[in-house]
């Protein structure tokens, strides 16, 4: 079945430590987006890809970086430099930047202490 | 830049009766998508319903349909026949069309369904 892998479901860092977490589709989609989840936040775009090897910042990218070197993968990396980490990440993909709605991940809870 | 609200942080359903979430949003664009989401406690994000700006007819999905007033600039979603497992976050979201852009999220409403 086509869907978007997020792994590993937990993550647990210490601060200061820069973390990587997968998000993987076998969907065939264009675009890959980046979540973060906050309570009483709702969902804020961190980071966007609409082609392999381009990506845009979103509202909140401070503090994060990410790579598009294949169609099926964006990673994101939150580094030591993002104040807050503590959350809950949310990759999606749509098969393309103009489309309409998306497909998620089930998501990532990242706990840095 | 645009911005979705939704003013109802939580609500609560009988089972089997209806309920209105809303969501208004503001925007200087006349072609856009509007949608709602739901978030289970499992937190997966499921499509419930998408709307169309330039379309009149309010968008329906089995027991999901909305009430789009694009004039106000209203999106409600009203939930017919309420079963326990409707019980979730609901998020509203918008996007421009025609050009690369973002989904916008509201900060959601928590709908429980009583027995």
């Known amino acids: 079945d086509g869907g978007i892998t997020q792994s590993p479901k937990y993550l647990f860092r210490k601060e200061g430590q820069n973390v990587t977490l997968s998000c993987e589709q076998n969907l065939n989609h264009d675009a890959m987006y980046w979540y973060r989840q906050d309570p009483g936040q709702g969902l804020r775009l961190i980071y966007y890809s609409q082609i392999v090897n381009d990506f845009q910042k979103g509202d909140i990218a401070e503090g994060y970086s990410v790579s598009r070197e294949k169609k099926e993968s964006f990673p994101l990396t939150v580094t030591s430099a993002q104040k807050n980490p503590t959350a809950f990440y949310l990759c999606?993909?749509?098969?393309?930047?103009?489309?309409?709605?998306?497909?998620f991940g089930s998501g990532t809870r990242l706990t840095v202490v | 830049a645009q911005t979705v609200t939704q003013s109802q942080p939580e609500m609560s359903v009988q089972e089997a009766e209806t309920v209105t979430l809303s969501c208004t949003y503001d925007?200087?664009?006349?072609?856009?998508?509007l949608f709602w989401y739901k978030q289970p406690p499992s937190r997966q994000m499921i499509l419930v319903i998408r709307q169309e700006a330039y379309k009149q007819q309010n968008a329906t999905e089995n027991r999901f349909s909305v009430n789009f007033q694009k004039a106000a600039k209203s999106f409600s979603l009203k939930i017919s026949d309420s079963q326990l497992g409707d019980a979730a976050m609901y998020f509203c979201?918008?996007?421009?069309?025609?050009?690369?852009?973002?989904?916008?999220f509201g900060t959601g409403t928590r709908l429980q369904v009583t027995l």
């Open positions: 999606a993909s749509s098969i393309g930047v103009l489309q309409g709605g998306y497909t």
């Open positions: 925007t200087s664009e006349s072609d856009y998508y």
């Open positions: 979201a918008y996007r421009k069309s025609g050009t690369a852009s973002k989904l916008t």
